[in-house]
């Protein structure tokens, strides 16, 4: 537990607006992700950003 108040404590929120059909493709996907591999949400979310942000050569 103690572990994870630490990663936590070390986020930072990025807030994005989408359209309603995007939010809620978006949390399907994470949902599914999640079942599928057993990872966390946190985790899902911080490779999404970092594919992004590779994709886009940030």
Known sequence: M???ERSTAELSE???L???DLYRAFQRCV???MHETGRNQ???MREVVHDFLVKHEC
């Open 2 to 4: 103690v572990e994870q």
């Open 18 to 20: 989408v359209s309603d």
């Open 42 to 44: 946190l985790d899902i």
């Open 14 to 16: 990025i807030k994005l």
């Open 31 to 33: 949902w599914i992700l």
